[in-house]
């Protein structure tokens, strides 16, 4: 599966989850600007940094030489980080 079409797929499962719970304050109600800012953080998270956190987890998987693995997680939380400084 696309990680990336999943991590989407869950950004929409909040929003709905937001809709169906409008007590909860989750996010702003639809038709204010500040939902169309928030629901564009979530996808930013969702889109950029979510596959950071993945590498820095499972940084095995994206190699075939297990020693290099640690670099792998080391840049995985680098980039991880860069993406929060834009958030």
């Not at 409008?22 to 930013?44: F, K, N």
């Not at 940094?49 to 095995?60: F, G, I, L």
Request: net charge negative; glycine share 2%.
């Amino acid at each position: 599966a696309d990680r990336r079409i999943e991590d989407l797929e869950r950004t929409a499962i909040l929003a709905t989850i937001a809709d169906l719970h409008p007590e909860a304050g989750l996010l702003p109600p639809p038709g204010d600007t500040a939902r169309a800012v928030a629901l564009r953080w979530m996808t930013v998270m969702a889109a950029e940094a979510y596959p950071h956190v993945t590498r820095s987890d499972y940084p095995e998987r994206f190699t075939p030489d297990a020693a290099a693995a640690p670099a792998i997680k080391a840049r995985a939380l680098e980039m991880y980080r860069d993406v929060l400084r834009v958030v």
